[in-house]
């Protein structure tokens, strides 16, 4: 079946550590994205990526990195640099013309706990 | 301001009644609005889109749009205990992507 395979699930990480976050797709989707959510509070976005080797910072970029050199993945880092990186981390994906589609596929989560 | 504002909630209804969930949003030129229903610790899933000004119906769901007044809302038929959950406002600008809503907790009373 089709859809968004994110890894880890679950996630816990020391002070200090960088940590990476996987996103695959298999829809066949020009663009990914990166959102946060804290508890209480609705997604943020870090990063996204319209097309293949190129992204964009979102609103909370400060912190994370991210790579998209095959169309299927966007993953995502964590670095130390993150102040608070205790949060779900969601991955989506869309077509390109998203005000068509009007739909973000999203993986189902991963979440991350800094000890 | 917020891009996208909700009341955080929680909404309570009892099962049957119709639950109304509303959301404002600041960007005059927003142009496509959607509604995602979040479980508990699970994704946000698509349940509406609206594109235009009026209503629109799906099955129990309806959502109507006022861009002169710049609010979105969403009715929910005949609520069940199976509906409580977040549900989060989502509005695309033709910007970057979606912007969301903190979300509205919804309790179906049963």
């Known amino acids: 079946d089709g859809g968004i395979t994110q890894s880890p699930k679950y996630l816990f990480r020391k002070e200090g550590q960088n940590v990476t976050l996987s996103c695959e797709q298999n829809l066949n989707h020009d663009a990914m994205y990166w959102y946060r959510q804290d508890p209480g509070q609705g997604l943020r976005l870090i990063y996204y990526s319209q097309i293949v080797n190129d992204f964009q910072k979102g609103d909370i970029a400060e912190g994370y990195s991210v790579s998209r050199e095959k169309k299927e993945s966007f993953p995502l880092t964590v670095t130390s640099a993150q102040k608070n990186p205790t949060a779900f981390y969601l991955c989506?994906?869309?077509?390109?013309?998203?005000?068509?589609?009007?739909?973000?596929?999203f993986g189902e989560g991963s979440r991350l706990t800094v000890l | 301001q917020k891009e996208v504002e909700q009341n955080s909630g929680p909404l309570s209804v009892p099962e049957g009644a119709i639950a109304s969930l509303n959301c404002t949003y600041s960007?005059?030129?927003?142009?496509?609005f959607f509604w995602y229903r979040q479980y508990s610790g699970k994704s946000p899933e698509l349940i509406m889109s609206?594109?235009?000004?009026g209503d629109k119906e799906d099955g129990r769901f309806t959502a109507q749009l006022n861009k002169a007044s710049q609010y979105v809302s969403l009715l929910i038929r005949d609520s069940q205990p199976s509906d409580s959950a977040t549900y989060l406002c989502?509005?695309?600008?033709?910007?970057?992507?979606?912007?969301f809503g903190s979300g509205t907790r919804l309790q179906v009373q049963p």
């Open positions: 609206i594109y235009s000004n």
């Open positions: 960007d005059r030129g927003s142009q496509s």
């Open positions: 989502a509005v695309y600008t033709g910007r970057r992507a979606l912007t």
């Open positions: 989506a994906s869309s077509m390109t013309r998203i005000r068509n589609t009007g739909e973000l596929f």
